[in-house]
């Protein structure tokens, strides 16, 4: 072989070490940052799962009172009613016409146009507020929970 063509084999021999070094250090330094983006990844899951599962915990906490209010609910009521009936307050209605002369159970016409509840309607119209006001208070609760995990 003549001098050139080893030369020639000598420079392609260096050239093909020197693409095969190239392509090396290019395929380490992307895994090496391909492992970086999938460590910041891991992290950030991981702290994702460690907020939902805290967001998770309040929000059945907030589910788990809301049960137990339902469970006394009737009690919670009754109680008020009891009370009321108690220090004689009794709940009335004002009826549709105020000139209409209602009728009380001792045969009496009532002037002002009210009529007293029952005692069931009181307790379930009680009973519905306290309700409300315990499911506002729940919502109120799981919006703070939702607004804090952002």
Known sequence: MTSLTKG???????????????FKGYHDSDQKHL?????TALVFRQKQEEERE???????????QWQAYLKGQSALADGVVGRLRADGISLRVKLADATVRSVTSAGRPVP???????????????????????????LQGVIKELQRSK
């Open 54 to 64: 805290l967001s998770q915990k309040a929000l059945a906490d907030i589910s788990q």
């Open 35 to 39: 492992k970086e983006n999938l460590q």
């Open 112 to 138: 002002d146009g009210y009529a007293d509840l029952s005692e069931d309607t009181s307790r379930f119209l009680i009973e519905q507020a306290q309700r409300c006001d315990a499911q506002v208070t729940g």
């Open 8 to 22: 020639l084999l000598g420079l392609l021999c260096a050239c093909l070490v020197a693409l095969g070094i190239y």
